[in-house]
T-cell receptor, first 114, second 112 residues
Framework: NAGVTQTPKFQVLKTGQSMTLQCAQD?????MSWYRQDPGMGLRLIHY???????DQGEVPNGYNVSRSTTEDFPLRLLSAAPSQTSVYFC?????????????FGSGTRLTVV | AQRVTQPEKLLSVFKGAPVELKCNYS??????LFWYVQYSRQRLQLLLR??SRESIKGFTADLNKGETSFHLKKPFAQEEDSAMYYC??????????????FGKGMKLTVNP
């Protein structure tokens, strides 16, 4: 039981490049979400999914796309990276969207856009 | 409105001192609150939730609806308590789904 696995752990991109951050969970959680963590800003919700085939926007969705083709995977795509997207990205999953049982977080992806 | 406010960004205490990490919330419904902890360069993990009324690693938190607060307390801090602490509220997205709303976090440093 690996929990929530995020890859890569670190990434440096040039402005304008695209990439996909991977997130996979093996707990059969219906709810998955992506947050970004910035100093002094806490965690902000980017996108979330309440089940396979269903996604929706969070607080800061611009510049990011997601899809949920399976229960296990929830990749986050940066379409055209910008320096403002330099951040630490966390994927989280839970049995329910409200996190009554607590969210399980991945170990994070530290992204730098130059 | 649904908002979580952690008024202090930093708290530094000596080992053995009491600590209180403040959290205030704004929510029109029945609140459900959590504390998450993030040790240095590690993933966030659930510390405790108010509905469980539990004590984890010596920490407790009581929901005070009158003061709309959910402060985290520990009578005797330990060096291993040094971490970022996030208070979170079970809120709702614009799409009607539930979500966790996080405060901006507070860094606790426990000095030897």
């Amino acid at each position: 039981n690996a929990g929530v696995t995020q890859t890569p752990k670190f990434q440096v991109l040039k402005t304008g490049q695209s990439m996909t951050l991977q997130c996979a969970q093996d707990m059969n959680h219906e709810y998955m979400s992506w947050y970004r963590q910035d100093p002094g800003m806490g965690l902000r919700l980017i996108h979330y999914s309440v089940g396979a085939g269903i996604t929706d926007q969070g607080e800061v969705p611009n510049g990011y796309n997601v899809s949920r083709s399976t229960t296990e995977d929830f990749p986050l795509r940066l379409l055209s990276a910008a320096p403002s997207q330099t951040s630490v990205y966390f994927c989280a999953s839970s049995y329910s969207s409200g996190g009554g049982g607590g969210y399980t977080f991945g170990s994070g992806t530290r992204l730098t856009v130059v | 409105a649904q908002r979580v406010t952690q008024p202090e960004k930093l708290l530094s205490v000596f080992k053995g001192a009491p600590v209180e990490l403040k959290c205030n919330y704004s929510y029109s419904g029945s609140p459900e609150l959590f504390w998450y902890v993030q040790y240095s360069r590690q993933r966030l993990q659930l510390l405790l939730r108010h509905i469980s009324r539990e004590s984890i690693k010596g920490f407790t938190a009581d929901l005070n609806k009158g003061e709309t607060s959910f402060h985290l307390k520990k009578p005797f801090a330990q060096e291993e308590d040094s971490a970022m602490y996030y208070c979170a509220l079970r809120g709702q997205t614009q799409g009607g789904s539930e979500k966790l709303v996080f405060g901006k976090g507070m860094k606790l440093t426990v000095n030897p």
